[in-house]
């Protein structure tokens, strides 16, 4: 049995591709007979091939395509203070008030890892399982990427040592990139990416090298950038970056 056989039951292909917001039908069928379409890992270029939505996973060009309806990921830019929980037994301010909407709505949303209270930036929230579970799970380890404030003017040699790798409590972690945007007298400012979610990772490793960090912004996750999203603002994940985003976690 091959893939080109049509199965009695389900909606066509293009037909699904259209309303995921690939491209108009026309340029899915097109898209589909160019072999650029895949269903559950096999290419398909016969049109009328019908597929279960809900079932059935479509890849264009190696991308995923969200066919889920209901399905949403979001990136917020969260403020420095709030937790990176829905509800606190404290009364200390959390990440509801930003997902009331969607929640209003029966959409439920968890966060995608976590963020200390202080440093403030890109979190990701979703209501998809698989990916949540990709995203926090350490042996995928997405990309993620810092800006701080730290103390002191920050040398050469605090670069090298970072790129190397360093020892803490917990064990060795090193950055994939380290750079110095701005240097003063008193204080300097820095980009990192690293892979690690381990706790207060980033604070942790600027410590290690003499330069407590004083304010500390995640600006990207993976492909996700936090761009010019302002302080408390939200908005959805989809389309190319959705898909990037999936493909770093195998999906």
């Not at 279960?52 to 209901?70: F, I, M, S, T, Y």
């Not at 509801?96 to 029966?106: I, M």
């Not at 949303?109 to 930036?121: I, K, N, P, S």
């Not at 004083?214 to 936090?226: D, F, N, Q, Y």
Request: net charge neutral; charged share 25%.
């Amino acid at each position: 049995m091959t893939m080109d056989l049509e199965p009695p039951t389900g909606i066509r292909l293009q037909k699904v591709m259209a309303a995921a917001g690939v491209a108009s039908r026309r340029v899915c069928e097109d898209l589909i007979a160019e072999g650029r379409v895949a269903v559950n890992g096999e290419v398909v270029r016969v049109q009328g091939r019908r597929i279960d939505p809900a079932v059935d996973v479509v890849h264009v060009d190696g991308l995923r395509v969200q066919l889920v309806e209901g399905q949403v990921t979001l990136a917020l830019n969260k403020p420095a203070g709030v937790l990176s929980a829905m509800s606190d037994p404290q009364d200390r301010p959390t990440l509801a008030p930003f997902v009331a909407d969607y929640e209003a709505d029966g959409v439920r949303l968890f966060h995608v890892g976590r963020l200390d209270a202080e440093t403030e930036g890109l979190l990701l929230l979703t209501n998809d399982g698989e990916l949540a579970h990709r995203l926090a799970h350490p042996s995928y380890e997405v990309s993620k990427t810092y800006l701080a404030i730290v103390s002191g003017d920050v040398s050469p040699g605090v670069r090298r040592d970072l790129l190397r790798g360093i020892e803490l409590e917990d064990g060795p972690i090193k950055a994939d990139s380290f750079t110095v945007r701005e240097w003063r007298p008193d204080a300097s400012i820095v980009e990192l990416t690293i892979h690690s979610g381990r706790n207060r990772i980033v604070r942790r490793m600027m410590d290690a090298v003499g330069h407590p960090v004083e304010r500390l912004t995640r600006t990207a996750i993976g492909p996700v950038r936090l761009g010019q999203l302002r302080s408390g603002q939200l908005r959805k994940v989809e389309g190319r970056e959705l898909a990037l985003l999936q493909r770093d976690v195998g999906l």
